[in-house]
């Protein structure tokens, strides 16, 4: 029932930017909280930020290795979440997927969110 559907990826150049949408149907963002993870080729998924609720206010966390360069919001009438990446390194190529966790809280953990996008490649070139 639901289903969350990534777009925005793509190629672009070392210090370069790139938008990240996802379209999140079946849920609303009032009870849920949704994030972004991505997997590198041969790697183990990592988390990258999460935008929720916590103590009756929006918490937003980001990974230490995107922080002060990805930007996570929501849109609650489109029920759709976004990354905004800027100053791209090679290093943030990965498939880039959409989360969605049953879940109130600061969640960093694969094992909280339940649902997942169908990923959406980004890759960035030296």
């Known amino acids: 029932q639901v289903q969350l559907v990534e777009s925005g990826g793509g190629l672009v150049q070392a210090g370069g930017s790139l938008r990240l949408s996802c379209a999140v149907s079946?849920?609303?963002?009032?009870?849920?909280?949704p994030g972004w993870f991505r997997q590198a080729l041969g790697k183990e998924r990592e988390f990258v930020a999460t935008?929720?609720?916590?103590?009756?206010?929006?918490?937003?966390y980001y990974a230490d290795s995107v922080k002060g360069r990805f930007t996570i919001s929501r849109d609650s009438a489109k029920n759709t979440v976004y990354l905004q990446m800027n100053s791209l390194k090679p290093e943030d190529t990965a498939v880039y997927y959409c989360?969605?966790?049953?879940?109130?809280?600061?969640?960093?953990?694969?094992?909280?969110?339940?649902?997942w996008g169908q990923g959406t490649q980004v890759t960035v070139s030296s």
């Open positions: 989360v969605l966790s049953p879940r109130v809280g600061v969640l960093r953990n694969e094992n909280e969110y339940e649902y």
């Open positions: 079946g849920r609303t963002f009032s009870k849920y909280t």
């Open positions: 935008i929720g609720w916590f103590l009756f206010g929006t918490n937003i």
